[in-house]
């Protein structure tokens, strides 16, 4: 069941995004942040945080939000699956739950960013089979060697 994620995901949350290895420590602590600022506040600024949850298990879950400043365009900022049950469709039903949400919403463009390092090619291929296209490449912007890789799906696209 995919849900809105309350406070008391957060602590379940946090080792989920360690557990795959692709989420360094930085981007962990950025997230208790983030999910602290939206349990206050950025849920009502138009911020959403989903979380799956099956046999009372948290699976997975996404955090996204409109971006600043755009004509309905969108951010996915976090999706993370449970190491044990990657590559068993869970992602792929929380980015669709995502993109069927930001289209209620009237959203236009959603955006994802990841890390050009050898071990985020599994998501970089994920992202393509679920038809985002490639669309800009930041060199060294997380670090020397380490690029922004951009995914881009316009909205009205349905596939």
Do not use: C
């Not at 994620?5 to 208790?32: H, K, M, Q, Y």
């Not at 930001?102 to 599994?122: D, F, K, M, V, W």
């Amino acid at each position: 069941m995919i849900r809105p994620t309350v406070p008391a995901d957060t602590p379940t949350l946090l080792p989920l995004t360690r557990g795959p290895g692709v989420f360094n420590e930085i981007a962990t602590t950025a997230l208790r942040e983030v999910l602290d600022d939206y349990h206050a506040s950025a849920h009502g600024q138009g911020h959403r945080s989903i979380t799956y949850e099956k046999e009372g298990q948290v699976i997975g879950f996404a955090y996204y939000a409109p971006a600043a400043m755009t004509d309905r365009t969108w951010y996915l900022f976090w999706i993370a699956v449970s190491k044990q049950i990657q590559a068993r469709g869970v992602g792929q039903e929380l980015l669709r739950y995502v993109e069927e949400d930001i289209r209620g919403a009237n959203g236009r463009i959603l955006l994802i960013e990841t890390s050009s390092l050898p071990h985020y090619q599994l998501t970089r291929r994920f992202y393509v089979k679920q038809n985002y296209e490639q669309t800009a490449v930041i060199r060294d912007y997380y670090a020397d060697g380490d690029d922004m890789v951009v995914f881009r799906k316009h909205m009205a696209n349905k596939t």
